[in-house]
């Protein structure tokens, strides 16, 4: 069975009955739910890829089901993953990350004399500029960095951006907050392209997540701090608090998780404590005692 068609030949919208197994199936791997509000947008990118695989829906659908072909399953899941960011966003928590999170893990390590690396967590990194803004801000603020190793891993569920961010050349839409002074200190410029620092992009270890697939999560372990931004208003409340516990075994006991401005894990699970900083909110797995 073939996609419907217009007149001009293009893919027309998917049957209620194509639309609800494609629904389904996203969830199921992303816990990501589309509602019908969603239907153009899900509808346009499913005929892309299904016109590239022969146009037969059926058969496109039997592949993706049977996970016969792992990459038409992974070029759907990077049609329908949003990526929006640019480098600095909402970096009062940055500020936060500098001046009051990080002080606070060195001297917990001095006083226990532990000098494993402190490992940060940004997922999902989308294109790289979230990573590579941590990675400046500890570079060009945080005095902690001439003692102690930083690990920096950068994972999203979109093999695409990943890419991108391993290349690290961005425009001027994501370049829009970066001062002058950043810029130059950290970025290598080619017309009206600017490309991140060779040693900061291989600073970075990029790799891939799902955030809501348990069993590949327990990959991450023992991060100091993990950055999950403008993630979870995507999931439903399953899928919600399956990721927050994949976030609290991400984490150290006492480790910290920033959330996007609109996000709160307080009306998700209440496994990890609220912590009120100047800056703002995190939220703390606690150190002893508690667990997911």
């Not at 799902?210 to 399953?238: P, S």
Request: net charge neutral; with cysteine.
């Amino acid at each position: 069975m073939t996609l419907p068609t217009t007149a001009a030949g293009a893919a027309a919208q998917l049957t209620d009955a194509q639309f609800a197994r494609v629904r389904e199936w996203v969830y199921r791997r992303t816990g990501i739910q589309f509602g019908d509000n969603k239907r153009y947008f899900v509808d346009k990118r499913v005929a892309s890829c299904v016109r590239e695989h022969g146009g037969d829906f059926n058969l496109w659908f039997a592949s993706l089901r049977t996970g016969a072909n792992e990459r038409v399953a992974q070029q759907l899941v990077n049609e329908l993953t949003v990526n929006e960011t640019y480098f600095l966003r909402e970096d009062h928590q940055f500020d936060s990350l500098v001046r009051s999170v990080l002080p606070g893990i060195a001297q917990a390590r001095r006083a226990a004399r532990d000098t494993s690396p402190i490992r940060v967590l940004s997922l999902p990194c989308s294109t790289g500029e979230e990573p590579y803004s941590i990675a400046m801000r500890l570079l060009s603020e945080w005095p902690g960095i001439e003692e102690f190793d930083v690990e920096i891993v950068a994972a999203d569920i979109d093999t695409r951006v990943l890419e991108q961010a391993q290349r690290g050349e961005y425009g001027a839409r994501s370049m829009h907050r970066v001062p002058p002074a950043v810029r130059a200190e950290f970025f290598e410029r080619s017309g009206e392209r600017y490309r991140v620092r060779e040693d900061i992009r291989e600073a970075i270890d990029f790799t891939t997540a799902n955030l809501t697939d348990t069993a590949r999560m327990r990959a991450f372990r023992a991060f100091d701090v993990v950055f999950c931004r403008n993630v979870l208003i995507y999931f439903d409340e399953i899928s919600s608090r399956r990721a927050a516990e994949n976030l609290f075994g991400a984490l150290r006991p006492g480790g910290f998780l920033f959330l996007g401005h609109s996000e709160s894990m307080s009306r998700i699970s209440p496994i990890f404590d609220p912590v009120r900083l100047p800056e703002g909110i995190v939220y703390q797995r606690p150190a002893i005692g508690a667990s997911a």
